[in-house]
């Protein structure tokens, strides 16, 4: 059970551990599919990587945008969990349908369910996180919970390719495999996070009306701009998948791909979270875009498999400094009662940048090929970086 942060308390809250297990075991669940996905899609359905990117952005899409209505749904209710409870359960149910998969349509399908659940219970997860954590160990707080969601990203695929070696490819039984975590992260939910009680109005206003968005601020939607263009700039990790078979390697070994970006980002989102207790947002911020500027340039280069496990590392370590680090933002510079809907629109504004990013990598993939696509991710890091530029004077510099 999770109590309530008190001042001065510089202890990690029970509830911000529990979250992070709960995400560790959900991303197991889902990264035993998402790894293999786009090889089932392309070798056994017949997709191309137009239809891939597609998928990929639309799903992405999806989920970031539901989080809008979740997380205001969540301030106006004044209560986290309940919304969270359920979208975790939504994700762990739609793992059945993949395995039952006879066309790109249904995966399409079971896609976006898959992240109308993510979407549902990302914001609302988020708020109770910022609700619990101390402000003074607010990213420790952050880092630690995409730490251990890092861990899950990196075991799903890593147990997705044994099963494969042990079981002759077999994509179908890898996906019915990958239920069971995801089950167990909707019970561990349940149980393990207490909602910390806050003060609210006994009448709480729109949170998504036009007073409730002016009241969030210039520095707040400065983070929003800034978040949308760093995912234009990171398309989907599917990519990194595709160029791994470009490789030559075994088809069973591709997910080690996978493995070794989400070991890297798993090692990297702690320490990189405190860190940004400490240092200057903006500045930090920068390094993670030039960090992810020679990924892309070292991805495009060459498929030999020294360049692309060098590539996937760097890639690992931008994720590492900016995931939690934008989220630290996020609840930095938004009321405690409207945190749910600023989580809501950061992600939607994300989430229509994903979608275009993954169109225009897929586009470029099939047209031009893989390296302009990864040229195209490096340019759009370079204008993200003149963005860092102009932060206004309202911005907190940290924490």
């Known amino acids: 059970m999770s109590r309530a942060p008190i001042a001065g308390d510089q202890r990690m809250p029970a509830g911000v551990w529990v979250l992070g297990f709960v995400s560790l075991l959900m991303d197991v ?13 392309v070798t056994t359905l017949g997709a ?74 990302g914001a609302p997860r988020d708020a109770l996180i910022a609700d619990l954590a101390p402000p003074a160990i607010r990213g420790a707080a952050f880092g630690l919970r995409q730490s ?15 099963l494969m070696l042990l079981w002759a490819d077999d994509f179908r039984a890898v996906f019915w495999v990958a239920v069971i975590p995801g089950l167990l992260a909707v019970a561990l939910l349940w149980a393990g996070v207490r909602e910390p009680h806050r003060a609210q109005p006994e009448r709480r206003g729109n949170p998504i009306s036009r007073a409730s968005l002016r009241r969030l601020g210039g520095a707040y939607w400065w983070v929003v701009g800034v978040g949308g263009l760093f995912t234009l700039a990171r398309f989907s990790e599917a990519f990194l998948v595709l160029r791994a078979q470009q490789s030559g390697i075994a088809l069973a070994l591709v997910p080690l791909v996978m493995v070794a970006m989400n070991l890297v980002y798993a090692l990297a989102a702690y320490p990189f979270g405190r860190l940004s207790d400490r240092v200057s947002h903006a500045g930090l911020l920068a390094g993670g875009l030039l960090v992810l500027v020679a990924a892309d340039l070292v991805l495009a280069a060459s ?21 939690g680090l934008l ?5 930095a510079t938004a009321p405690a009662d409207l945190r749910g809907t600023a989580f809501g629109f950061f992600n ?4 229509v940048a994903m979608l275009l990013a993954s169109l225009c990598a897929g586009l470029l993939w099939d047209r031009f090929g893989a390296e302009f696509a990864f040229y195209a991710g490096a340019a759009f890091s370079l204008v993200a970086l003149l963005a860092l530029a102009g932060r206004p004077r309202g911005t907190p510099s940290r924490g």
């Open 348 to 351: 939607l504004v994300s989430g």
């Open 303 to 323: 498929v030999h498999w020294g360049a692309l496990l060098a590539g996937v590392a760097l890639w690992g370590i931008h994720l590492g400094i900016t995931q």
């Open 48 to 121: 191309s990587a137009l239809v891939v990117g597609l998928i990929e952005g639309l799903a992405e899409a999806t989920a970031l945008i539901v989080k809008v209505f979740s997380g205001a749904l969540s301030d106006y209710l004044g209560r986290r969990k309940g919304l969270a409870v359920f979208g975790y359960a939504l994700g762990a149910l739609t793992k059945p349908v993949f395995a039952l998969a006879s066309g790109a349509g249904i995966v399409l399908a079971a896609r976006l369910l898959d992240r109308i659940g993510k979407g549902v219970r």
């Open 29 to 41: 669940s889902s990264e035993m599919i998402h790894s293999l996905l786009p090889l089932f899609m």
């Open 148 to 162: 251990l969601d890092t861990v899950g990203a990196f075991v799903g695929p890593l147990l997705a390719t044994g």
């Open 327 to 331: 989220a630290t933002m996020v609840a």
